[in-house]
Each structure stands twice: as C-alpha cells, then as structure tokens.
C-alpha cells in the first residue's frame, strides 16, 4: 500500500485520501460513501476515528469494503481496539506532541501483535497536531502546535524522520474551521525531504486542498466534506482536480 501510495505520488503529484469514520454511519452507508468516492478519483480509503471507531462496525464496515471497492483501505486507529483484520494497511502513528505516553507508544505496543497476527501492513508515521486540534487534539491530550510556529512543527516531523517514520500527517483536528496554514505545511515538507507529508482537517474545497499541495503536501485527506457533500462523487472530484497535476 506504502509503495501504491508513493508511485501515484510521483506520478500525479499528490494523493487523494478519503476518511470515514464507521461510527459515523451503518456499514452500508459507508461502503455507498467509499464507492461513490472511488468514482469521484479517492486513491484510498482510511476508516477510523477518535471515539467509537471499533468492534463490530469496524470489522463490518471494512468486510463489506473489501467486497465492493478496488482501492486499499488503511486503518486510522484512534486507539488498539482501532485495529481490524480485515484492512490492507494502517497508519501505524505515534502521536509526538501528546503528554499522554498511552497515545506515544502504549496503544502502539498493545496494537503491534494483532498488526502482525492479521498481517496487515504497518506505515510508519509521526502524527502531529496543531491547533485547533479538535476532538482528536483533546482526546490525544496533545500539546497542540501553535498555528504562528512552523519551526516547532517542522523540529516535530524532523525527529519523526530520524526516528524512520517515513509518513508525518500534520493534522488541524476533523472538522477544524481551517487548515493547518501553509507555511506550516513548507516548512514541514522542507525538513523532511524525502518523507511522505499528509495534511488533514478542515479542508472543504478545491482552494484550500490545492494550496496544501502547493505548499508541499504529498497527500490529502477529506472527511467531513464528504461526510457534508450531497454528491460525494462531485465532491470527491471537486479535490482530486484541485490537487494532481
Ligand atoms: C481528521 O484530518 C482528518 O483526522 C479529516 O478532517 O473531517 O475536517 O476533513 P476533516
């Protein structure tokens, strides 16, 4: 998935990444909103969420999926009970800037051996988050990164580097009135050079998903806009368009 991802990198610029949260909606109804954002040109699926996203509605959001959409589903786990057997890949995080060692390694170290035992593929990836932060800024007990100082988030995702994570997500919390700001996100993408950097939270439209790209995003991840949109698949488009070359 790691390696799908970084080619249509190179090939189109950025990534499109679509996130559903399965406590948000029955399965089916997720599985409508993944099919219609394939359509729209989503490059994958990322399935989870702060609160909620476990058990059951994970396992069944994910197996209905894997019937009806080509494209991989990563899991995005807000915790150890945020991993399923039926993903291809998930965004094994640690979030950096939390005060709360259970978020830095304790949930990673309790998650590990089911990754393993269901063989799904681990991404490794510095998680940060920035303000306003949002429900996952809260839950996460982030010492959020003060939108003004791109250094502080640059020092973050530099020693994410060092330490082999080869994602950093810089995330301004799922529904933040707006984006983590640009400079933010060049002043990431500078330090980490050849790093993958994902930017989520707060992007609604076609301008602001194209100016992360711009400013350095490798890829892009939409939720709530989706979750909002009538037409998923017009919406879904709306971003692909604004952010591959
Ligand atoms: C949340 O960054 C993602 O983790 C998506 O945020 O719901 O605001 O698109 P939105």
């Not at 993408?189 to 992360?212: E, Y």
């Amino acid at each position: 998935v790691e390696e799908y991802l970084n080619d249509i990198v190179k090939r189109d610029g950025c990534v499109h990444l679509t996130l559903i949260d399965p406590a948000s909606q029955k399965p089916e109804r997720a599985v409508e909103i993944a099919k219609a954002a394939v359509e729209g040109g989503t490059d994958a699926i990322m399935i989870g969420g702060s609160t909620g996203a476990m058990g059951q509605v994970l396992d069944q959001t994910l197996q209905l999926m894997k019937e009806q959409i080509n494209v991989p589903t990563i899991l995005f786990p807000g915790d150890s009970a945020g991993v399923s057997s039926y993903a291809d890949a998930i965004f094994f995080m640690s979030l950096l800037n939390s005060r709360d060692i259970n978020y830095i390694v304790t949930n990673q170290a309790m998650g590990a051996p089911l990754v393993r035992k269901f063989g799904i593929e681990p991404i490794p990836m510095a998680y940060l988050i920035v303000e306003p932060g949002g429900t996952v800024g809260w839950v996460g007990d982030a010492r959020l990164l003060p939108r003004t100082k791109p250094e502080l988030a640059a020092a973050y995702a530099l020693a994410g580097s060092y330490f082999g994570m080869r994602y950093v997500y810089l995330e301004a919390g799922s529904g933040a009135e707006k984006p983590v700001p640009v400079e933010m996100v060049g002043a990431v993408k500078h330090a980490i050079d050849k790093g993958h950097l994902i930017v989520g939270g707060g992007i609604r439209d076609r301008n602001a998903a194209a100016a992360c790209a711009k400013a350095g995003a490798d890829m892009i991840v939409t939720g709530t806009a989706v979750e909002d949109a009538g037409d998923v698949r017009a919406k879904i488009a709306e971003f692909v368009s604004a952010i591959k070359s």
